[in-house]
């Protein structure tokens, strides 16, 4: 059961991710977060009703909120980076989240084994490799590897609040992501509002509300998906081992990756795509142990 949840979590975050990143090439970022996941707190909302959820309320719901600050950020940063590409070198990158439990285990004594000490060294050098070439470039380079890095972070401190943010039923987990959802939404609408006030357009400004008519399915598939991925990774370290989930779980830049190389035909450096691979090996490494 671990095994499968998490299999079916790296699907639905690699094709949520996939989805956003191009949607973010039509229309701003923030937008693009703040619709996704309205549409998909209101499915959340009406199933918490429909279910029941609330008489899971509890204190474990504090961890379910502080994902959904954290997760606009991380989400925010990531589909700028997707936007500004190639998505087969920022979504491995972005799998490096895996560093924040592994450094929040630092912090309270632990002491990292070979393998681990392996993977901190090898997801290092995958993303100089990476982010080499690309820093070389133009400006813009620059910071795609930056908003990835700190899209990493807000990942990681994600998945390590989420399992803790429910009580073990499906009322507590639906109840769980609705409280996320509804954080997304109130931080990510807050920033979408000071951003218009300065002047930035919340929608194109050629095709404008038609353009977010049109997206709608698209952006309720990328809200929903996301979700999905967020509920089954909260079974799967329900179920089994929270390393063999992780690692799992953290495959969904590869399906990101192929997405973009299938549908978008981008092709990589030999040295971006030496980089991306180290990344994932790393990444599979520090989940392991």
Known sequence: MTAAMALVTSLMWGFADFGGGLLTRRMPALTVVVVSQTLAAAVLGAI?????GWSAWG??????????????????????ALAQGPMGVVSPLASLAVVVPVGAGLALGERPGWVQAAGITVAVAGVVLAGGPELRGAPVQRQTI???LVSALGFGAVMALIEHAETGTMAGLFLALFVQRVCNVAVGGAALYVQVRRGTPALPPDTG?????AALPALAFVGLADVAANGTYMLATRYGPVTTAAVLASLYPVVTALAARGVLHERL???QTAGAGLALIGTVLLAST
């Open 269 to 271: 450096r030999a040295v």
């Open 59 to 80: 204190g474990q719901l504090w961890f379910a909120a502080a994902a959904g600050l954290v997760g606009p950020v991380a989400m925010l940063a990531f589909y700028k």
């Open 146 to 148: 930056a908003l990835t």
């Open 48 to 52: 918490v009703v429909a279910t029941g």
């Open 209 to 213: 509300m038609r353009a977010l008519v």
